[in-house]
């Protein structure tokens, strides 16, 4: 007999169905686990597609207090050597507020991560780094300029042209000097554009947004598009948006009205994906008293979204990723729980007016130590990274082969 209880119902759905019907069911995806160049005790992954390699970032634990930030670059299917671009005793390690790598129009390189700046629990600042090669790194500068011992993260890097890149964060300025639970402290969410010398002058860009959600920003054809959790006096926790273009940057409007209120913030951030002027949105909320993950896209570079499509099998915990494939089709993954009450990843190819069955990408934990999941497209390989949270914790990788319907 069969043992179903690993088995997601999704899945468990089909074989039984195929098996009552005598029909013989498409197969599903089946992305392949590779071998992961973290070693053991790393996680907080993140990952980017350059024009020819593989980016792939993460944080390995080195003793008590001690991290090293590492790289390393899949170029031509091999992996380079392990890079470390930085360490020591003041990394801000967090599980949802994790390090970041993106190529740079000229070639080069930069990368982003979290330095404590004080004693308080909540005391740290970004710090931005660039170099030429991936191996050596240049003094690290910070795109806010305020000198207080307060929260500044969830970071959003975009390349613009040359070596300069846009940078996004949340920012708890007005936090310092107060105390817990002040109204008037408020996180806000800011951007600047960088150079290797430094940034420019920084812009609020929402003078009230969620404490701890992940920003998400792309660059279109028509300018800059920024995703992120909002928080209005009521306390609605709804997914807003603000675009930069040749007039300057809009105000605030939302991507959907979900009308999720909540008194505190989830933890559970956007993610965008573009080509051109199609954008892709993906994110969770509550609906009424479902939690869901939900899916809408553009062809304006942002400007207006289609009316959202909830992808999830019924019991989301959200960590959403996505991108577009070549036909303007989106990939999306979540987390969803499993009925041994674990985790699994799934992942699921939509278009506007399509929607396949989702696959399964790896079984994995509900455990902040999980972390967020995350997907990239270099041309027509998809890849897969996730932190097995089993002590030691491990990133893991795997990779799809684009299906030839995907890549049309």
């Known amino acids: 007999m069969m043992d179903t209880s690993r088995v997601p119902r999704f899945v468990l759905g089909s074989i039984l169905f195929g098996a009552l019907s005598g029909a013989k069911a ?17 996680g907080e992954v993140n990952l980017h597609a350059g024009r020819d390699q593989l980016y792939m970032t993460w944080l390995a634990a080195k ?7 590492q790289l390393a670059v899949l170029h031509h299917k091999k992996w380079s050597t392990t890079r470390t671009i930085t360490e020591g005793d003041r990394f801000f390690a967090n599980w949802a507020d994790f390090p970041s790598v993106v190529e740079l129009a000229d070639g080069s390189c930069a990368a982003h991560w979290l ?7 909540y005391a740290y600042d970004v710090m931005v780094s660039r170099s030429k090669d991936g191996s050596a790194w240049e003094a690290p500068v910070t795109p806010h300029h305020d000198g207080t011992q307060t929260e500044h993260g969830f970071v959003s890097l975009v390349p613009l042209d040359g070596h300069e890149m846009s940078a996004v964060w949340l920012d708890g300025r007005t936090f310092a000097g107060k105390e817990e639970g002040d109204p008037t402290a408020e996180s806000q969410l800011r951007w600047t554009q960088f150079s290797p010398g430094g940034s420019a002058s920084e812009v609020v860009l929402d003078a009230r947004v969620c404490d701890c959600c992940q920003t998400a920003a792309v660059r279109t054809q028509s300018g800059l598009l920024v995703a992120y959790r909002d928080r209005s006096e009521e306390e609605v926790r709804d997914i807003s948006l603000v675009r930069r273009d040749a007039s300057g940057w809009t105000k605030p409007y939302a ?13 559970n951030g956007p993610a965008l994906d573009a080509l051109d002027d199609d954008v892709v949105a993906a994110w969770y909320t509550m609906l009424g008293e479902k939690s869901a993950v939900q899916v809408a ?29 070549p036909g303007r089709d989106a990939l999306v993954t979540w987390m969803e729980t499993t009925n041994t009450g674990e985790a699994s990843i ?36 998809l890849y897969f990274a996730w932190t097995d949270a089993t002590e030691p914790a491990q990133v893991r990788l795997a990779k799809l082969e684009l299906p030839s319907s995907w890549r049309k």
């Open 26 to 42: 498409a197969s599903p995806p089946k992305p392949i686990e590779i071998r992961s160049p973290a070693s053991a005790g790393s």
């Open 63 to 69: 003793g008590e207090k001690q991290h090293a930030l």
């Open 115 to 121: 330095r404590r700046s004080g004693d308080g629990r």
């Open 255 to 267: 991507l959907a009205n979900d009308g999720w209120k909540i008194p505190g913030c989830p933890v």
């Open 297 to 325: 896209f553009s062809s304006d570079g942002g400007a207006t979204f289609s009316a959202p499509q909830r992808i999830d099998e019924g019991q989301a915990l959200g960590r959403v990723d996505v991108i577009l494939l």
């Open 346 to 381: 799934l992942a699921r190819r939509l278009g506007k007016s399509r929607m396949d069955a989702p696959f399964h990408v790896a079984a994995t934990s509900a455990k902040r130590a999980s972390g967020f999941p995350r997907v990239v497209r270099l041309h027509d390989t």
